[in-house]
C-alpha cells in the first residue's frame, strides 16, 4: 500500500521567504508527527498531531514554526521568515494509534536549503 | 530527561565481518520503548525492530540480532556477515510512556556504517 508521502522533495528559499511543506500519512493513520534532520543536531521532534486532540507543538524552535492538519489526515508545515539555519531534511512520520509502542512510518523527507 | 547516545560516529567494515553497533539510554520512566531504524542512501527511515522495558529477551532476525541490557541501559545491534546493502545510517531511538499523550521517537546521534566489498 502507499506509504507516507512528502511534498516537494527539494525546496530552495531565499532568506526571509515563508514556506509550506506538505505530508500526506498512511490512510487511517491518526497519528502524524514532524522531525527535523540536520548536521548538527541529528533527529529532533518538532510536533505531534493525534487525532481531534490539540496537537503537542513542544519541539517547534521558534514562532516562526507552525503546522496544521486537516480533516485528521493532510499535514502542512509552515516556516515563515526564512532564516539558513532552518536548511535540513523535514521528515514526516505517521503510526497507527500513537501509542508509545507503535512503530512510526517515514515519508522520504523535504530537504530545505535555506540561502 | 530522555536521552539516546550512539557513541560510535563512523565505522567502515569489509564484507562478511561481524558488526556491533552501540546504543545507550537514559530516562527516568520504568515503561519505555527502544527502536532500532536503519537509513540507507535514498534517505527513508526503516524500521527494523521495537523492544519493551520489560522484555530483555535477545533477539534474532536473520542476520541481524538485538541484545537489550536495562542493568547497563543498552540496546545494541549486530549485524553478522556483514553486506554491501547494509551500509546506511542506523539511528536507536526511545519513546517513554510518561510522555503522556506525546509518542514521540528520541533518537540518537546515528552511526553510519560503510561496508566494502
Known amino acids: 500500500g502507499a506509504g507516507v508521502s512528502q511534498s516537494p522533495s527539494n525546496k530552495v528559499t531565499e532568506k526571509g521567504k515563508d514556506v509550506e511543506l506538505r505530508c500526506d500519512p498512511i490512510s487511517g493513520h491518526t497519528a502524524l508527527y514532524w522531525y527535523r534532520q540536520s548536521l548538527g543536531q541529528g533527529l529532533e521532534f518538532l510536533i505531534y498531531?493525534?487525532?481531534?486532540?490539540?496537537?503537542?507543538k513542544s519541539g517547534l524552535p521558534s514562532d516562526r514554526f507552525s503546522a496544521e492538519r486537516t480533516g485528521g489526515s493532510v499535514s502542512t508545515l509552515t516556516i515563515q521568515r526564512t532564516q539558513q539555519e532552518d536548511s535540513a531534511v523535514y521528515l514526516c512520520?505517521?503510526?497507527?494509534?500513537?501509542?508509545?509502542?507503535?512503530?512510526?512510518?517515514f515519508g522520504p523527507g523535504t530537504r530545505l536549503t535555506v540561502l | 530527561a530522555q536521552k539516546v547516545t550512539q557513541a560510535q560516529t563512523e565505522i567502515s567494515v569489509v564484507e562478511k565481518e561481524d558488526v556491533t553497533l552501540d546504543c545507550v539510554y537514559e530516562t527516568r520512566d520504568t515503561t519505555y520503548y527502544l527502536f532500532w531504524y536503519k537509513q540507507p542512501p535514498s534517505g527513508e527511515l526503516v524500521f527494523l525492530i521495537r523492544?519493551?522495558?520489560?522484555?530483555?529477551q535477545n533477539e534474532i532476525s536473520g542476520r541481524y540480532s538485538w541484545n537489550f541490557q536495562k542493568s547497563t541501559s543498552s540496546f545494541n545491534f549486530t549485524i553478522t556477515a556483514s553486506q554491501v546493502v547494509d551500509s546506511a545510517v542506523y539511528f536507536c531511538a526511545l519513546s517513554e510512556l510518561y510522555n503522556g499523550a506525546n509518542s514521540k521517537l528520541t533518537f540518537g546521534k546515528g552511526i553510519t556504517l560503510s561496508v566494502r566489498p
Open positions: 498531531f493525534q487525532g481531534n486532540s490539540a496537537p503537542d
Open positions: 512520520a505517521s503510526s497507527i494509534a500513537g501509542m508509545v509502542y507503535n512503530e512510526q512510518f
Open positions: 523492544r519493551n522495558s520489560f522484555d530483555e
